[in-house]
């Protein structure tokens, strides 16, 4: 069944991310890692990565069967419930790959919807090689507030205090937005995939979160994205067979957002 533990969770909600090990074996990574190469290079036109600024596409799990599949997948669609509960919605999804330093950050302060990022990098990564480092507990008020102003600590940030998550291929990162992230010291093109959910929304502010997030993937899309994108969601992941997909995406219909 693929189900997390209370005490899990509670790590979860005391630090704000969660990492399992090994979740996927070394021949479904191996699928990803050559779906996703041969995905961000049709997102370039074949040009080779050219490690000058980072490259995003957005829309990525929608865009292929394969990471469509992961998304309803026991492994991560049960987690993801575990943590934000029934309803969970589902927000966007994208593949990156990173040319040198991400400075201190948090995805966002929006500390009443909670959103969650599931992360599977396709590369090992330690502090050394810009493994993702996260600050425990910075998704809470008052310590998410009081980080703001770490650009003016007058320290590297590698000295900031902080955990380093080392990972391996098949290893996932569930992570609280809110918490406050960064890398160091990695090398040209270190691969990402994200996959991103919220909170079931009840309030209208939920809903302006919603919004909001729609808007900025298409933002970010036209800053990141090799190849134009002109909406957020395929048509072929609002009308998956897969009743969990459907599930996730239900609201966006009923906004008429796609």
Not at 67 to 73: E, I, K, L, S
Not at 213 to 218: P, R, S
């Amino acid at each position: 069944m693929h189900e997390i533990t209370d005490g899990q969770i509670a790590y979860f909600q005391t630090f704000g991310f969660l990492v399992l090990r090994q979740v996927f074996d070394q021949e479904e990574m191996a699928a990803f890692s050559t779906r996703f190469d041969e995905m961000l290079a049709e997102d370039r036109g074949g040009i080779p990565f050219p490690g000058e600024s980072r490259q995003s596409l957005y829309r990525f799990a929608e865009l292929d069967p394969m990471f469509t599949d992961m998304v309803a997948d026991d492994r991560i669609y049960n987690t993801v419930e575990a943590l934000l509960g029934e309803g969970f919605i589902w927000l966007c999804s994208e593949g990156n790959k990173y040319v040198g330093d991400t400075d201190w950050h948090p995805d966002g302060s929006r500390l009443a919807c909670r959103p969650m990022k599931v992360s599977l990098y396709l590369d090992p990564l330690t502090a050394e090689t810009g493994c993702l480092r996260v600050i425990p507990g910075s998704h809470r008020l008052p310590f998410h507030e009081e980080l703001k102003p770490c650009a003016k600590f007058g320290l590297a940030d590698a000295e900031i205090p902080c955990l380093p998550v080392e990972t391996q291929p098949g290893d996932v990162i569930f992570a609280d937005m809110n918490t406050w992230h960064a890398s160091v010291g990695g090398a040209v093109g270190r691969r990402h995939i994200a996959v991103n959910f919220a909170q079931e929304p009840k309030t209208d502010d939920d809903v302006e979160m919603m919004v909001q997030n729609y808007e900025g993937v298409l933002r970010h899309g036209g800053e990141l994205q090799y190849s134009p994108l002109q909406r957020v969601f395929s048509d072929e992941f609002l009308q998956s067979d897969d009743p969990r997909i459907r599930r996730l995406v239900a609201r966006w219909i009923e906004m008429d957002l796609k």
